[in-house]
Protein backbone atom coordinates (compact mmCIF):
# COMPACT_ATOMS: atom_id res chain seq x y z
CA UNK A 1 0.00 0.00 0.00
CA UNK A 2 1.32 3.75 -0.69
CA UNK A 3 1.96 5.63 2.15
CA UNK A 4 2.33 9.19 2.85
CA UNK A 5 3.16 11.58 5.40
CA UNK A 6 3.84 15.49 5.66
CA UNK A 7 5.50 17.79 7.68
CA UNK A 8 5.76 21.42 8.35
CA UNK A 9 8.71 23.09 10.38
CA UNK A 10 10.08 26.46 11.18
CA UNK A 11 13.20 26.95 8.74
CA UNK A 12 16.00 26.99 11.77
CA UNK A 13 19.35 25.15 11.81
CA UNK A 14 18.34 22.68 14.81
CA UNK A 15 15.41 20.82 13.07
CA UNK A 16 17.82 19.76 10.54
CA UNK A 17 18.76 16.59 12.73
CA UNK A 18 15.18 15.67 13.24
CA UNK A 19 13.91 16.37 9.44
CA UNK A 20 16.40 13.71 7.75
CA UNK A 21 16.09 11.15 10.72
CA UNK A 22 11.92 11.57 10.30
CA UNK A 23 12.31 10.75 6.84
CA UNK A 24 14.67 7.52 7.16
CA UNK A 25 11.96 6.38 9.52
CA UNK A 26 9.06 6.79 7.28
CA UNK A 27 11.42 4.82 4.45
CA UNK A 28 12.30 2.16 6.71
CA UNK A 29 9.22 -0.34 5.73
CA UNK A 30 10.97 -0.48 2.45
CA UNK A 31 13.66 -2.49 4.02
CA UNK A 32 16.72 -0.12 3.45
CA UNK A 33 20.50 -1.17 3.49
CA UNK A 34 22.25 1.36 5.52
CA UNK A 35 23.97 2.56 2.59
CA UNK A 36 20.34 3.47 0.78
CA UNK A 37 19.35 5.44 4.17
CA UNK A 38 22.64 7.20 4.68
CA UNK A 39 22.33 8.45 1.14
CA UNK A 40 18.57 9.19 1.84
CA UNK A 41 19.35 11.38 4.97
CA UNK A 42 22.27 12.97 3.19
CA UNK A 43 19.86 14.42 0.78
CA UNK A 44 17.29 15.44 2.61
CA UNK A 45 19.57 17.51 4.72
CA UNK A 46 20.69 19.29 2.04
CA UNK A 47 17.65 20.26 0.56
CA UNK A 48 16.27 21.44 4.04
CA UNK A 49 19.60 22.81 5.00
CA UNK A 50 19.44 24.53 1.41
CA UNK A 51 15.99 26.15 2.74
CA UNK A 52 17.38 27.36 5.99
CA UNK A 53 20.53 29.07 4.87
CA UNK A 54 19.28 30.40 1.32
CA UNK A 55 15.49 30.55 1.16
CA UNK A 56 15.39 32.55 4.08
CA UNK A 57 18.82 33.95 4.70
CA UNK A 58 16.51 37.43 5.07
CA UNK A 59 13.76 36.67 6.92
CA UNK A 60 13.00 36.05 10.50
CA UNK A 61 13.15 32.42 11.19
CA UNK A 62 9.81 32.12 13.37
CA UNK A 63 7.97 32.32 10.14
CA UNK A 64 9.62 30.82 8.21
CA UNK A 65 8.94 27.29 6.99
CA UNK A 66 9.50 24.32 4.89
CA UNK A 67 7.15 21.49 4.39
CA UNK A 68 8.32 18.03 3.63
CA UNK A 69 6.28 15.54 2.06
CA UNK A 70 6.93 11.85 1.48
CA UNK A 71 4.95 9.04 -0.37
CA UNK A 72 6.62 5.61 -0.22
CA UNK A 73 5.09 2.96 -2.75
CA UNK A 74 6.29 -1.33 -1.68
CA UNK A 75 7.04 -2.99 -5.31
CA UNK A 76 5.46 -6.07 -3.99
CA UNK A 77 1.99 -6.36 -1.96
CA UNK A 78 1.12 -8.71 1.30
CA UNK A 79 2.33 -12.48 0.64
CA UNK A 80 4.76 -11.23 -2.04
CA UNK A 81 6.37 -9.30 -0.58
CA UNK A 82 7.48 -11.40 2.49
CA UNK A 83 11.05 -10.46 3.77
CA UNK A 84 11.89 -9.19 1.00
CA UNK A 85 10.43 -5.40 1.24
CA UNK A 86 11.84 -2.90 -1.73
CA UNK A 87 10.07 0.45 -2.94
CA UNK A 88 10.20 3.69 -4.28
CA UNK A 89 9.84 6.92 -1.98
CA UNK A 90 9.17 10.36 -3.42
CA UNK A 91 10.25 13.41 -1.45
CA UNK A 92 8.92 17.06 -1.84
CA UNK A 93 10.58 19.56 -0.01
CA UNK A 94 9.17 23.05 -0.05
CA UNK A 95 10.21 26.31 0.65
CA UNK A 96 8.15 30.01 0.47
CA UNK A 97 11.46 32.05 0.48
CA UNK A 98 13.49 34.00 -2.03
CA UNK A 99 13.77 31.93 -4.89
CA UNK A 100 16.23 31.12 -7.29
CA UNK A 101 17.70 33.04 -10.22
CA UNK A 102 18.85 30.79 -12.60
CA UNK A 103 18.10 27.32 -11.43
CA UNK A 104 20.60 25.91 -14.26
CA UNK A 105 23.63 27.67 -13.03
CA UNK A 106 22.53 26.71 -9.20
CA UNK A 107 22.50 23.01 -9.98
CA UNK A 108 26.10 23.17 -11.50
CA UNK A 109 28.79 21.67 -9.56
CA UNK A 110 30.98 24.40 -7.26
CA UNK A 111 28.02 27.05 -7.82
CA UNK A 112 27.50 28.80 -4.59
CA UNK A 113 26.02 32.41 -3.91
CA UNK A 114 27.45 31.87 -0.39
CA UNK A 115 31.42 31.12 -0.60
CA UNK A 116 32.00 33.52 2.12
CA UNK A 117 29.99 31.40 4.88
CA UNK A 118 32.19 28.51 3.52
CA UNK A 119 29.46 26.99 1.76
CA UNK A 120 31.10 24.41 -1.08
CA UNK A 121 28.20 24.48 -4.03
CA UNK A 122 27.82 21.17 -3.71
CA UNK A 123 24.33 20.50 -2.23
CA UNK A 124 22.88 19.86 -5.72
CA UNK A 125 25.27 17.87 -6.51
CA UNK A 126 24.86 15.50 -3.71
CA UNK A 127 21.41 15.31 -3.82
CA UNK A 128 21.44 14.06 -7.61
CA UNK A 129 24.41 11.74 -7.17
CA UNK A 130 22.86 10.19 -3.53
CA UNK A 131 18.77 10.15 -5.52
CA UNK A 132 17.68 8.36 -8.16
CA UNK A 133 15.21 11.43 -9.78
CA UNK A 134 15.57 14.87 -9.02
CA UNK A 135 14.09 18.38 -9.96
CA UNK A 136 13.93 21.75 -8.82
CA UNK A 137 11.14 24.05 -9.17
CA UNK A 138 11.64 27.61 -8.37
CA UNK A 139 9.99 31.07 -8.58
CA UNK A 140 11.40 34.42 -7.80
CA UNK A 141 9.46 35.80 -4.50
CA UNK A 142 7.76 32.64 -3.98
CA UNK A 143 10.07 29.60 -3.20
CA UNK A 144 11.55 26.86 -4.12
CA UNK A 145 10.57 22.65 -4.60
CA UNK A 146 12.94 20.22 -4.78
CA UNK A 147 11.36 16.48 -6.30
CA UNK A 148 13.71 13.96 -5.03
CA UNK A 149 13.43 10.06 -5.54
CA UNK A 150 14.71 6.98 -4.93
CA UNK A 151 14.74 2.99 -5.50
CA UNK A 152 15.26 1.38 -2.23
CA UNK A 153 15.61 -2.13 -1.31
CA UNK A 154 17.60 -2.88 -4.57
CA UNK A 155 21.39 -3.43 -3.64
CA UNK A 156 22.64 -5.66 -1.86
CA UNK A 157 24.05 -4.37 1.41
CA UNK A 158 23.86 -4.49 5.25
CA UNK A 159 19.55 -3.79 6.07
CA UNK A 160 19.58 -0.96 8.59
CA UNK B 1 29.26 17.26 18.31
CA UNK B 2 32.21 16.63 19.65
CA UNK B 3 36.00 17.52 18.98
CA UNK B 4 38.84 16.39 20.91
CA UNK B 5 42.49 17.71 19.97
CA UNK B 6 45.69 15.68 20.71
CA UNK B 7 48.73 17.32 19.95
CA UNK B 8 52.30 15.77 20.02
CA UNK B 9 55.14 15.41 17.62
CA UNK B 10 54.15 18.36 15.72
CA UNK B 11 50.96 16.82 14.91
CA UNK B 12 47.68 18.55 15.69
CA UNK B 13 45.17 15.95 15.95
CA UNK B 14 41.34 16.62 15.60
CA UNK B 15 39.33 14.31 16.26
CA UNK B 16 35.64 14.72 15.75
CA UNK B 17 32.32 12.20 16.49
CA UNK B 18 28.31 12.89 15.82
CA UNK B 19 26.66 14.62 13.50
CA UNK B 20 28.25 17.57 11.04
CA UNK B 21 25.34 19.63 9.77
CA UNK B 22 24.76 23.36 9.33
CA UNK B 23 23.84 23.78 13.22
CA UNK B 24 26.18 21.50 14.92
CA UNK B 25 29.06 23.39 12.68
CA UNK B 26 28.88 26.51 14.38
CA UNK B 27 30.22 24.97 17.86
CA UNK B 28 33.10 22.91 16.27
CA UNK B 29 34.29 25.62 13.78
CA UNK B 30 35.20 27.98 16.88
CA UNK B 31 37.01 25.17 18.74
CA UNK B 32 39.09 23.64 15.75
CA UNK B 33 40.16 27.11 14.43
CA UNK B 34 40.97 27.96 18.42
CA UNK B 35 43.08 24.35 18.48
CA UNK B 36 44.58 25.42 14.94
CA UNK B 37 46.00 29.12 16.83
CA UNK B 38 47.19 27.14 19.70
CA UNK B 39 49.29 25.44 17.67
CA UNK B 40 50.22 27.63 15.03
CA UNK B 41 53.75 26.37 14.87
CA UNK B 42 52.77 22.67 14.47
CA UNK B 43 53.49 20.58 11.49
CA UNK B 44 50.58 19.28 10.32
CA UNK B 45 47.42 18.46 11.03
CA UNK B 46 45.39 14.76 10.91
CA UNK B 47 41.01 15.22 11.13
CA UNK B 48 39.83 11.83 12.32
CA UNK B 49 36.68 11.86 11.02
CA UNK B 50 35.96 7.91 11.96
CA UNK B 51 33.60 8.67 14.64
CA UNK B 52 31.44 11.06 12.21
CA UNK B 53 27.95 9.22 11.87
CA UNK B 54 26.22 11.93 9.83
CA UNK B 55 27.95 14.84 7.34
CA UNK B 56 26.37 16.10 4.63
CA UNK B 57 28.04 18.98 2.46
CA UNK B 58 28.40 21.48 5.32
CA UNK B 59 31.24 19.19 6.48
CA UNK B 60 33.28 20.08 2.98
CA UNK B 61 32.79 24.00 3.97
CA UNK B 62 34.32 23.11 6.84
CA UNK B 63 37.12 20.88 6.29
CA UNK B 64 37.88 23.37 3.08
CA UNK B 65 37.49 26.15 5.40
CA UNK B 66 39.90 24.63 8.39
CA UNK B 67 42.43 23.80 5.02
CA UNK B 68 42.68 27.48 4.42
CA UNK B 69 43.62 28.75 7.86
CA UNK B 70 46.41 26.10 8.51
CA UNK B 71 47.79 26.81 5.01
CA UNK B 72 48.08 30.32 6.55
CA UNK B 73 50.30 28.95 9.24
CA UNK B 74 52.42 26.63 6.52
CA UNK B 75 50.51 23.51 8.35
CA UNK B 76 49.77 20.50 5.94
CA UNK B 77 46.16 18.47 6.42
CA UNK B 78 45.42 15.25 6.27
CA UNK B 79 41.96 13.42 6.59
CA UNK B 80 41.59 9.64 8.30
CA UNK B 81 39.00 7.21 8.40
CA UNK B 82 35.80 8.58 6.58
CA UNK B 83 32.87 6.24 6.57
CA UNK B 84 31.57 4.91 3.12
CA UNK B 85 29.18 8.08 2.53
CA UNK B 86 31.24 10.63 3.85
CA UNK B 87 34.14 9.23 1.42
CA UNK B 88 31.86 9.46 -1.43
CA UNK B 89 31.24 13.33 -0.53
CA UNK B 90 35.03 14.24 -0.35
CA UNK B 91 35.80 12.36 -3.26
CA UNK B 92 33.05 13.98 -5.62
CA UNK B 93 34.11 17.81 -3.76
CA UNK B 94 37.60 16.91 -4.25
CA UNK B 95 38.45 17.88 -0.89
CA UNK B 96 41.16 15.01 -1.15
CA UNK B 97 43.14 16.64 -3.63
CA UNK B 98 44.07 19.55 -0.98
CA UNK B 99 43.63 17.26 2.36
CA UNK B 100 45.00 13.80 1.42
CA UNK B 101 42.92 11.02 2.84
CA UNK B 102 45.68 8.68 5.33
CA UNK B 103 45.48 5.77 6.89
CA UNK B 104 46.39 6.65 10.43
CA UNK B 105 45.68 4.44 13.85
CA UNK B 106 43.71 6.53 15.59
CA UNK B 107 46.58 6.31 19.01
CA UNK B 108 47.42 9.93 19.01
CA UNK B 109 44.18 10.49 20.73
N1 LIG C 1 15.93 26.71 -1.39
C1 LIG C 1 16.68 27.65 -2.00
N2 LIG C 1 16.25 28.94 -2.06
C2 LIG C 1 17.01 29.89 -2.66
N3 LIG C 1 18.21 29.67 -3.24
C3 LIG C 1 18.68 28.41 -3.21
C4 LIG C 1 17.96 27.34 -2.58
N4 LIG C 1 18.67 26.21 -2.72
C5 LIG C 1 19.79 26.55 -3.38
N5 LIG C 1 19.81 27.86 -3.70
C6 LIG C 1 20.86 28.55 -4.48
O1 LIG C 1 21.57 27.59 -5.26
C7 LIG C 1 22.97 27.62 -4.94
C8 LIG C 1 23.53 26.21 -5.02
O2 LIG C 1 22.98 25.38 -3.98
P1 LIG C 1 23.85 24.12 -3.45
O3 LIG C 1 23.11 23.46 -2.37
O4 LIG C 1 24.24 23.29 -4.63
O5 LIG C 1 25.19 24.80 -2.91
P2 LIG C 1 25.35 25.69 -1.57
O6 LIG C 1 24.17 25.52 -0.68
O7 LIG C 1 25.70 27.07 -1.98
O8 LIG C 1 26.63 25.01 -0.90
P3 LIG C 1 26.64 23.59 -0.10
O9 LIG C 1 25.31 22.94 -0.32
O10 LIG C 1 27.75 22.82 -0.74
O11 LIG C 1 26.92 23.92 1.31
C9 LIG C 1 23.04 28.27 -3.57
O12 LIG C 1 24.30 28.88 -3.33
C10 LIG C 1 21.90 29.27 -3.62
O13 LIG C 1 22.28 30.45 -4.29
MG1 LIG D 1 23.42 23.66 -0.21
Known sequence: ?160 | MKLITRFSDGTLAVKLEGEIDEHSVIDIRRRADEAIEAHAFADRAIFYLGGVSFMDSTGIGFLIGRYKKLRRFGIRAYISGPDPTADKILTMSGVYTLIPKINDEEDRL
Open chain 1, 1 to 160: MKNYMRMELSAIGSNEGFARSTVAAFALPLNPSLAELSDLKTAVSEAVTNCIVHAYASSPAESSLVVIECETEPFLEGEDAGNEGGGIIHIRVRDYGCGIDDVGKALQPFYTTKEDEERSGMGFTIMQTFMDGFKVESEKGVGTTVFMSKKIGLKDGVDA
